[in-house]
T-cell receptor, first 115, second 113 residues
Framework: SQQGEEDPQALSIQEGENATMNCSYK?????LQWYRQNSGRGLVHLIL?????REKHSGRLRVTLDTSKKSSSLLITASRAADTASYFC???????????????FGQGTTLQVKP | DADVTQTPRNRITKTGKRIMLECSQT?????MYWYRQDPGLGLRLIYY???????NKGEISDGYSVSRQAQAKFSLSLESAIPNQTALYFC????????????FGDGTRLSIL
């Protein structure tokens, strides 16, 4: 069964606009990660946020985590055509205070950035 | 050279055939994973291994088997392929330190006729 549900399934924006993707999950987690997948390629890790963190930044990426609502969002600011890809959230449920090393992936959001 | 290499990249075969997908890594990671990706379903974990002597079933292991030949090599086998195993297969690795991301190969596109 899928842990993560992503919203929207598809998003189309103009270059320069911001893109926001949301992820909801069902069980408690140790950490939540976001990955990008370009067409025909493997997934590339973008950012990891631990369960005790609320917000994290990396370049044009901003991730928030609300464990009370079991949800996370990924914001890409000032989008570029090269950001066109599928984006996946993935959760590690954790085992006690440790991570399990196993990720459960959401179904992904397909982002198209038009030049 | 890629850190995680999957071979073959594409494979078309017939129902009932035995197929092996191979994964090798140069990252020195102990943990390796096999996933399957179907349209609209994201990635699902088939098998994983945390070191050479460790093999664990994932969410969808039925119809698959694996072999961890060395720290750097992790193979996935379909003993008797069936059409609903047509999918994109990914190998991934990670370090065993706390909260480490996974590193993916570029996948094997498998079609079973």
């Amino acid at each position: 069964s899928q842990q993560g549900e992503e919203d929207p399934q598809a998003l189309s924006i103009q270059e320069g606009e911001n893109a926001t993707m949301n992820c909801s999950y069902k069980t408690s987690i140790n950490n939540l990660q976001w990955y990008r997948q370009n067409s025909g390629r493997g997934l590339v890790h973008l950012i990891l946020i631990r369960s005790n963190e609320r917000e994290k930044h990396s370049g044009r990426l901003r991730v928030t985590l609300d464990t009370s609502k079991k949800s996370s969002s990924l914001l890409i600011t000032a989008s570029r055509a090269a950001d066109t890809a599928s984006y996946f959230c993935a959760t590690d449920r954790g085992h006690g205070s440790s991570n399990t090393g196993k990720l459960i992936f959401g179904q992904g959001t397909t982002l198209q950035v038009k030049p | 050279d890629a850190d995680v290499t999957q071979t073959p990249r594409n494979r078309i075969t017939k129902t009932g055939k035995r197929i092996m997908l191979e994964c090798s890594q140069t990252k020195g990671h102990d943990r390796m994973y096999w996933y399957r990706q179907d349209p609209g379903l994201g990635l699902r974990l088939i098998y994983y291994s945390f070191d050479v002597k460790d093999i664990n079933k994932g969410e969808i292991s039925d119809g698959y088997s694996v072999s961890r030949q060395a720290q750097a090599k992790f193979s996935l086998s379909l003993e008797s392929a069936i059409p609903n195993q047509t999918a994109l297969y990914f190998c991934a690795t990670s370090d065993d330190e706390y909260n480490q991301p996974q590193h993916f190969g570029d996948g094997t596109r498998l079609s079973i006729l």
